[in-house]
Antibody, heavy 115, light 109 residues
Framework: EVQLVESGGGLVQPGGSLRLSCAAS????????MSWVRQAPGKGLEWVSL???????YYADSVKGRFTVSRDNSKNTLHLQMNRLRAEDTAVYYC?????????WGQGTLVTVSS | QAVVTQEPSLTVSPGGTVTLTCGSS?????????PYWLQQKPGQAPRTLIY???NKHSWTPARLSGSLLGGKAALTLSGAQPEDEADYYC?????????FGGGTKLTVL
């Protein structure tokens, strides 16, 4: 059974850092396109980041230079390092394997940026 | 980055037909944008209904179909059911970025 489990969310002060993790089972993270998608409270979906199977990474303009996506192949886990956090980064963060026939989503982890 | 536009809200009668559209600020939406349509219900993670313009997943109801229409991506629901009430998001692929539309809140009433 395919499963994605996010962790690492929580409350952080503006300017702080947080590292999200997404543990995968039932498929191989490094062989797939993996994304981070976020949703601010009461708002729509926002694409955040993408890592291709070849390791190429892409970011939304809103997080470029502050967020870094990576993967730990030995643990079949995706990460999102978030630095210089702002209030507008407050959202539920989903990891997803979403490309063509694949469509796997985690349950989401809440990140709250507030003093 | 590009802006992807959707109708903020639409209402359809049970059994009726409705088309949701997805436009791009950069011009016509083409198959090269690999249009996706996702559904999200309250308290749930999103899930993809349509990928690559018109391809369906095994869980996608037959009453849903994706297409390109008048320079936009389109999601057509024929024979709406109460369980189709949800938020629908379009997602387009651009060089170096993916962009979601603002979403369409579909009411079945």
């Amino acid at each position: 059974e395919v499963q994605l489990v996010e962790s690492g969310g929580g409350l952080v002060q503006p300017g702080g850092s947080l590292r999200l993790s997404c543990a995968a089972s039932g498929f191989t993270v490094s062989s797939n396109y993996m994304s981070w998608v976020r949703q601010a409270p009461g708002k729509g979906l926002e694409w955040v980041s993408l890592i291709y199977s070849d390791g190429t990474t892409y970011y939304a303009d809103s997080v470029k230079g502050r967020f870094t996506v990576s993967r730990d192949n030995s643990k079949n886990t995706l990460h999102l390092q978030m630095n210089r956090l702002r209030a507008e980064d407050t959202a539920v963060y989903y990891c997803a394997c979403m490309w063509m026939v694949a469509d796997y989503w985690g349950q989401g982890t809440l990140v709250t940026v507030s003093s | 980055q590009a802006v992807v536009t959707q109708e903020p809200s639409l209402t359809v009668s049970p059994g009726g037909t409705v088309t949701l559209t997805c436009g791009s600020s950069t011009g016509a939406v083409t198959s090269g944008h690999y249009p996706y349509w996702l559904q999200q219900k309250p308290g749930q993670a999103p899930r993809t209904l349509i990928y690559d313009t018109s391809n369906k997943h095994s869980w996608t109801p037959a009453r849903l179909s994706g297409s390109l229409l008048g320079g936009k991506a389109a999601l057509t629901l024929s024979g709406a059911q109460p369980e189709d009430e949800a938020d629908y998001y379009c997602l387009l692929s651009y060089p170096g970025a993916w962009v979601f539309g603002g979403g369409t809140k579909l009411t079945v009433l």
